[in-house]
């Protein structure tokens, strides 16, 4: 029982590193399931950690500041969706710029918030399911922002794959060609797809503001967006992998700050790199298997839509 003890802490350390990838990777999926590239994940995370944060701050309300932060990751997600969408820009190079650009206005507008602290989400104890011996304290004592990421796997699933609108917002990213001609609305589908993306990496940064590290520093997303962006990849676009991936992820983070504190004579920038080395190889071994990225990826990803053809 003492291995079990000393095993939790470290699982709850896992799942607080995973709930912002996981939160940022499903809107991603949902977007790229519309056929839509939002290169710009990093950028929509940290504006919404800043505005989650700034909100919190200033009224005390850290339901309002998530709703806020939820709302900030949307509003660039809209400019996205305007400049690609409308005005046909290229997807890949406005989402590049997206993420400078949030990165950019995080720094200078949150300078006013460096070295103030918050007091973490409180968690939500859940009578006699807490009490669980192992599993209570993991799964039934968590924030609101987990247990949302909890739900948030399985709307999406059901979202995907057991409504009428799931099914156009799949048939839009497999062919807008084809949906186009038989009346389905491909531009409104992939700008609310687009639109819940940013509002879900605006949660995703939210939780590191308010819960993982309850405070606000610039680049606090130090490439998280980036690493979801690769979890869709790596999950096949199928939100249930992407739940096991995201939690892999987290681990390998978790992994390299008890190494770090067990003393193992590696130095810390090596183990720093672990989360984007791991990344890096997931890519390089998955794109190997190019029959496997086409049957799953989205044929349309990326191309832009004319309507007028």
């Known amino acids: 029982m003492n291995g079990l003890d000393q095993l939790t802490p470290i699982i709850l350390t896992v799942i607080t590193a995973s ?9 991603e999926l949902v977007t790229e399931k519309s056929g839509v590239l939002n290169l710009g994940v990093e950028g929509m995370m940290v504006i919404g950690a800043l505005a989650a944060f700034a ?14 932060g939820a709302l900030a990751g949307a509003g660039l997600a809209l ?12 997807q890949v190079a406005t989402g590049l710029a997206l993420t400078i650009f949030g990165v950019g206005l995080s720094a200078l507008a949150g300078t006013g918030f460096v070295g103030i602290a918050l007091t973490p989400l409180q968690k939500l104890d859940i009578p006699v399911l807490s009490s669980i011996p192992v599993l209570g304290p993991l799964l039934f004592n968590q924030d609101v922002l987990v247990y949302l990421s909890f739900a948030m796997v399985f709307a999406v699933y059901w979202f995907l794959n057991a409504t009428r609108a799931g099914l156009i917002l799949r048939a839009v990213g497999v062919s807008h060609a084809s949906a ?5 609305p491909v531009k409104l589908t992939r700008y609310l797809a687009t639109l819940f993306g940013g509002l879900m990496a605006g949660l995703g940064g939210a ?13 606090m997303t130090a490439g998280r967006g980036w690493i979801a962006l690769a979890l869709v990849v790596f999950s096949t676009w199928r939100p249930g992998r992407l739940l096991a991936g995201a939690y892999l992820f987290g681990f390998i983070t978790v992994l390299q700050l008890h190494a770090q504190g067990a003393g193992f004579a590696v130095p810390s920038q090596v183990m720093s ?5 791991a990344t890096i ?6 794109s190997r298997d190019k029959i496997k990225i086409m049957q799953n990826a989205p044929a349309s990803l990326g191309k832009p839509f004319h309507s007028a053809k």
Do not use: K, R
């Open 19 to 27: 709930t912002p990838l996981l939160f940022a990777a499903l809107g």
């Open 55 to 68: 909100v919190t701050t200033q009224t005390g309300s850290a339901v309002l500041g998530m709703a806020v």
């Open 79 to 90: 400019i996205f969706a305007f400049l690609t969408l409308t005005m046909l820009a290229n």
């Open 180 to 184: 186009h001609a038989i009346g389905l």
């Open 207 to 219: 939780y590191l503001s308010l819960s993982y590290t309850p405070m606000w520093a610039e680049n």
């Open 273 to 277: 790199m672990l989360p984007y080395l």
């Open 281 to 286: 190889l997931v890519l390089v071994l998955i």
